[in-house]
């Protein structure tokens, strides 16, 4: 079953100089548990793409759908992760994971908010890094720690908009592994939007090419490599 689709979506920007059509009869279907990436120029809509998943905005027409049900106004089951993630200072590296939990899950036990952060750091290789606070880990090991806060609550979705887009060539190759990794121990379904065309084909098992203005999807690569 597709957990996202995106059903003939067009839209377009109120701008002074008049409408920008942006999206141009988007089809998107995302099946439970797949990553979906989005490749395409900048400028083209992929954040506004986001936008629409998220809730956060309505297509001018065409229908978002996310786990059958139509999406109207934002969800706290997206969960979103960015370029230049903003982690709390003034709290731990396994605090910060916990926050998301804080919120939706109030009710459940500290001990077990503690459990389950620190599973999801030790699977992206920060054991022993909880107790830190983020200005003393590396780009990378920040950007890790994020994608375990995007996650710790089990959100239906996770959209992620150039997540690596801020780290060098050899940290960003070492982080496809780490969701690789963190995949095979936690399936959750991701639209992952990016503008490195290898990145797409390496962590998505379709690839959305989008490209034109308005943009449409021009090719989709069916990869589905063995995980
Ligand atoms: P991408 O994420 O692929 O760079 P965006 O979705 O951010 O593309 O933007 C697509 C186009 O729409 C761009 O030309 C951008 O300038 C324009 N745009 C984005 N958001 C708005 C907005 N809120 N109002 C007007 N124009 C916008
Ligand atoms: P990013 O691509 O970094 O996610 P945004 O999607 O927020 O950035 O914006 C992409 C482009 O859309 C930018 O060039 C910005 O100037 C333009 N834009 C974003 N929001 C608006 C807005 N409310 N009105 C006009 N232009 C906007």
Same mark, same amino acid.
């Given at each position: 079953?597709? *957990?996202?689709?995106?059903?003939?979506?067009?839209?377009?920007?109120?701008?002074?100089?008049?409408?920008?059509?942006? *999206? %141009?009869? +988007?089809?998107?279907?995302?099946?439970?548990?797949?990553?979906?990436?989005?490749?395409?120029?900048?400028?083209?809509?992929?954040s506004?793409l986001t936008r629409l998943i998220a809730g956060l905005?309505?297509?001018?027409?065409?229908?978002?759908? +996310?786990?059958?049900?139509?999406?109207?106004?934002p969800r706290k089951t997206v969960g979103m992760a960015f370029q230049n993630p903003v $982690?709390?200072?003034?709290?731990?590296? $396994? %605090?910060?994971?916990? *926050?998301p #939990?804080?919120?939706?899950?109030?009710?459940?036990?500290?001990?077990?908010?503690?459990?389950?952060?620190?599973? +999801?750091?030790? #699977?992206?290789? $920060?054991?022993?890094?909880? /107790?830190?606070?983020? /200005?003393?880990?590396?780009?990378?090991?920040?950007?890790?720690?994020s994608l375990?806060r995007s996650i710790v609550h089990?959100p239906d979705v996770l959209i992620m908009d150039e997540p690596?887009?801020?780290? %060098?060539?050899?940290?960003?190759? %070492? #982080?496809?592994?780490?969701?690789?990794? $963190?995949?095979?121990?936690?399936?959750?379904?991701a639209v992952l939007i990016?503008?490195? *065309?290898?990145?797409?084909?390496?962590?998505?098992?379709?690839?959305?090419?989008? /490209?034109?203005?308005?943009?449409?999807?021009?090719?989709? +690569?069916?990869?589905?490599?063995?995980?």
């Amino acid at each position: 079953t597709n *957990l996202i689709e995106i059903k003939g979506v067009t839209h377009a920007y109120q701008t002074p100089n008049g409408p920008l059509p942006v *999206l %141009d009869n +988007l089809n998107i279907a995302v099946p439970e548990g797949e990553f979906a990436a989005v490749v395409g120029p900048s400028g083209c809509g992929k954040s506004t793409l986001t936008r629409l998943i998220a809730g956060l905005m309505k297509p001018d027409t065409g229908e978002v759908w +996310l786990h059958g049900e139509r999406v109207k106004s934002p969800r706290k089951t997206v969960g979103m992760a960015f370029q230049n993630p903003v $982690l709390l200072e003034w709290r731990s590296i $396994l %605090d910060n994971v916990i *926050l998301p #939990l804080e919120i939706v899950a109030p009710s459940m036990p500290r001990k077990q908010r503690e459990a389950r952060a620190e599973e +999801l750091l030790a #699977l992206v290789g $920060l054991q022993g890094f909880e /107790s830190k606070r983020p /200005s003393e880990l590396s780009g990378g090991m920040r950007q890790r720690a994020s994608l375990c806060r995007s996650i710790v609550h089990k959100p239906d979705v996770l959209i992620m908009d150039e997540p690596f887009g801020a780290l %060098d060539a050899f940290t960003r190759e %070492d #982080l496809w592994q780490t969701m690789h990794a $963190l995949r095979a121990s936690e399936p959750f379904t991701a639209v992952l939007i990016t503008h490195d *065309l290898r990145e797409s084909v390496y962590l998505g098992d379709q690839v959305f090419v989008l /490209s034109g203005r308005p943009a449409r999807t021009q090719y989709v +690569l069916d990869v589905h490599y063995p995980q």
